[in-house]
C-alpha cells in the first residue's frame, strides 16, 4: 500500500511550487510591474505582492530587486519566467490537441437535383475545407420548399417559381444557356447538318426560350424526350443527340471535353437564388454557405 502511495505522489509535490504563486510571478516579471499584473488577473496589488513573496520564500531566493516603487527581474527572476514561458506553452498546446473540437450544427440544404449533382456535390469539398468544421446536409428537390416539414435551412433554386412569401431571398447568378452536345456531333452542328434536339420534362420550354433570346438556328431531324434535365445532358454526352444545357452544369464536362456548346451560352432571364425562413446574417451557417456559393459561382 505505501509503494503504491508513492507511485501516485503527485509531481507537483515538493518540487513545483503552488501554481497560483507562479501564475502571479509571470504577469508580474512579463509586465516588470505588479499593479499591471494585478490588473491583468483582476486581483490587488497586494494580493500579487503576497504571491510572489510566498513564491520567494519556497524558493529561497530573490526573483525581482524593489527599487523606488518599481520591480526588476533578478537573474534568477529571467531564469523562472523563460521556465514558466516553455511550460505555459507546453501545456497550452496539449490542451489545443485534446480539446474536442467545435463543430456547428449541420446545415440542410435543398438543391436543384442537376445541379446538385453537377455542380455543387463536385465543390462541396472546397466548401469543407475552408469551413472544416460545418456539416452540410444535401437535399435534391425542385421548385416550392416546405422548410419546416422538410426542415430545410436554404434552398438553391432557380427563381421560375413563387416561393414563401416569408423566404428571405438572395440572388446569386444569372442563368445562361446554350445547346450542348458530343464533340462529333458538334462538326454536324457547325455544318448547319440535321440533329435530333434532346427535351426534358423539367424544362420542356428550354429550347422556345434559347431560340428567343440566342436567335440562332438548329436544324432537327427528330427529337427525343427524358423525364430530368440531367438526363437530357447525360444523352448529350453520348452522342444521341443536342441538349440545352446551363453553363453551370455542364461546367466540368465542358473542361474535361465530354461536351462542346457550339453557339456559347446566352442569358435566359432566369436566375438562382438562395431562400431561407430565417435571415442570412442572423445565421452563421446561412452566411458562411452564401458567401461561399457567391463567390463559387461568380
Request: proline share 5%; with cysteine.
Given at each position: 500500500m505505501l509503494t503504491r502511495m508513492r507511485e501516485e505522489k503527485s509531481p507537483f509535490d515538493g518540487r513545483v511550487p503552488p501554481l497560483n504563486t507562479l501564475r502571479a510571478f509571470e504577469a508580474a516579471a512579463r509586465l516588470q510591474s505588479f499593479v499591471r499584473a494585478a490588473d491583468e488577473l483582476h486581483v490587488t496589488h497586494g494580493a500579487v505582492s503576497r504571491q510572489v513573496r510566498q513564491l520567494e520564500d519556497a524558493l529561497g531566493v530573490a526573483l525581482f530587486e524593489r527599487r523606488n516603487r518599481a520591480v526588476?527581474?533578478?537573474?534568477?527572476?529571467?531564469?523562472?519566467?523563460?521556465?514558466?514561458?516553455?511550460?505555459?506553452?507546453?501545456?497550452g498546446e496539449a490542451v489545443r490537441r485534446i480539446r474536442a473540437p467545435v463543430t456547428a450544427s449541420p446545415l440542410v440544404v435543398s438543391c436543384e437535383p442537376t445541379l446538385a449533382m453537377r455542380w455543387l456535390i463536385p465543390r462541396l469539398p472546397a466548401f469543407r475545407a475552408m469551413h472544416p468544421g460545418q456539416e452540410v446536409h444535401l437535399l435534391a428537390a425542385g421548385g416550392p420548399v416546405d422548410f419546416e416539414r422538410d426542415r430545410v435551412d436554404v434552398a438553391l433554386r432557380r427563381d421560375d417559381f413563387q416561393w414563401d412569401p416569408r423566404c428571405h431571398a438572395e440572388t446569386i447568378a444569372p442563368e445562361r444557356v446554350g445547346p450542348v452536345?458530343?464533340?462529333?456531333?458538334?462538326?454536324?452542328?457547325?455544318?448547319?447538318?440535321?440533329?435530333?434536339?434532346?427535351?426534358?420534362?423539367?424544362?420542356?420550354?428550354?429550347?422556345?426560350?434559347?431560340?428567343r433570346h440566342a436567335r440562332e438556328a438548329v436544324t432537327?431531324?427528330?427529337?427525343?424526350?427524358?423525364?430530368?434535365?440531367?438526363?437530357?445532358?447525360?444523352?448529350?454526352?453520348?452522342?444521341?443527340?443536342?441538349?440545352?444545357?446551363?453553363?453551370?452544369?455542364?461546367?466540368?464536362?465542358?473542361?474535361?471535353?465530354?461536351?462542346?456548346?457550339?453557339?456559347?451560352?446566352?442569358?435566359?432571364?432566369?436566375?438562382?437564388?438562395?431562400?431561407?425562413?430565417?435571415?442570412?446574417?442572423?445565421d452563421p451557417r446561412r452566411g458562411r454557405f452564401l458567401a461561399w456559393l457567391r463567390e463559387a459561382m461568380r
Open positions: 526588476f527581474r533578478t537573474p534568477q527572476g529571467t531564469a523562472l519566467l523563460e521556465a514558466c514561458g516553455e511550460a505555459m506553452g507546453v501545456l452536345c458530343s464533340p462529333a456531333l458538334a462538326k454536324v452542328l457547325k455544318k448547319g447538318g440535321p440533329v435530333t434536339l434532346l427535351h426534358s420534362r423539367t424544362r420542356p420550354a428550354a429550347w422556345s426560350h434559347w431560340n432537327r431531324t427528330g427529337a427525343a424526350h427524358f423525364e430530368h434535365f440531367y438526363l437530357s445532358l447525360q444523352a448529350a454526352a453520348a452522342g444521341l443527340g443536342v441538349a440545352i444545357g446551363s453553363e453551370w452544369m455542364v461546367a466540368d464536362d465542358l473542361r474535361e471535353g465530354r461536351l462542346v456548346a457550339p453557339f456559347g451560352f446566352t442569358e435566359d432571364g432566369s436566375a438562382y437564388v438562395m431562400l431561407s425562413l430565417e435571415p442570412f446574417d442572423a
